[in-house]
């Protein structure tokens, strides 16, 4: 039976908040980590991404008005999304051993994103994959095209590693994860759809899911992406930050165009 493509919104949490980013470098405000929960579940969505970029991770806001909470810690946050999130979700972010993951898991994660961590020690992955089966151990590969190739950066894509997309991609899978999650650092905030070719690439090369992102500005962005890769899911930000362009109008259209989303 073939499997249904999954559509998943990416929250990217910055010092507690939702932000919008491009770059990887500019960031705006777009509102409460737990608002933005609630009104995705009330969407009925696959699955939802929360990716902490915090760079100090600092999470008191020195405000607690109606509009936006403070949050003490990353603890207290994911206890209040799982509350109002009754999809699969996926939390990543600041993971650097195997307790951050507990404690993901045990305050309503369903799986677990690693990026850094990964590149540093690679059995990290593994270690993850044992203890709660690789469908919780996702990692995250940010990717710039330097000369024509994709290769992989560090430290909220400040870093090059030296490391080709797809060789790092298939080295992840060797260790044992049950997923990974591609993002294009050029295309990030600029809405000029994806980036068909190396996503198509990596698809091609691995056994387990892709989830790729970066670059949605249209729904035909996502129609483009299904019909001309294999991909396992199509994850996107900014995007379903704006009505018009809300994810159940996504997820219907494509549906009308005939890809076999859940």
């Known amino acids: 039976m073939m499997l249904k493509t999954r559509l998943i919104p990416v929250l990217n949490i910055m010092n507690g908040l939702i932000v919008r980013s491009e770059d990887f470098i500019t960031h705006q405000s777009m509102g409460n980590v737990v608002n933005q929960a609630s009104r995705y579940n009330e969407w009925n969505v696959d699955e939802l991404i929360y990716l902490d970029i915090s760079r100090e991770f600092s ?66 992955i593994t270690t993850i994959s044992n203890k709660y ?23 909220f894509g400040s870093i090059p ?9 298939r080295e992840i899978e ?12 050029d295309r990030d905030g600029k809405a000029n759809g994806y980036d068909i070719e190396n996503i198509a690439e990596v698809v091609d090369a691995l056994k387990i899911p892709v989830i790729a992102c970066g670059g949605a500005g249209i729904v035909d962005d996502f129609l483009e992406l ?17 009505t018009e362009n809300a994810y159940p109008r996504a997820k219907k259209f494509l549906k009308r165009e005939g890809i076999n989303v859940r």
């Open 59 to 124: 999470y008191d806001l020195g405000r607690d008005d109606h509009k936006i909470s403070r949050y003490s810690n990353i603890e207290e946050i994911i206890q209040r999304i799982a509350k109002v999130c009754f999809m699969p979700l996926a939390f990543g972010g600041g993971i650097k051993k195997i307790e951050d993951v507990d404690l993901r898991i045990k305050n309503g994660a369903d799986k677990v994103i690693i990026n850094t961590k990964a590149l540093e020690d690679s059995s990290f």
């Open 161 to 169: 590693t030296n490391k080709k997309l797809v060789d790092w991609c």
């Open 133 to 155: 089966g690789s469908q919780a151990a996702i990692v995250s590969v940010d990717y710039r095209i330097i000369d024509g190739q994709a290769m992989v950066f560090d430290n």
């Open 226 to 242: 299904a019909e001309d890769t294999n991909v396992s899911a199509i994850a996107a930000g900014n995007i379903f930050h704006f």
């Open 174 to 185: 060797s260790y044992g994860a049950g997923e990974v999650f591609i993002n294009s650092i």
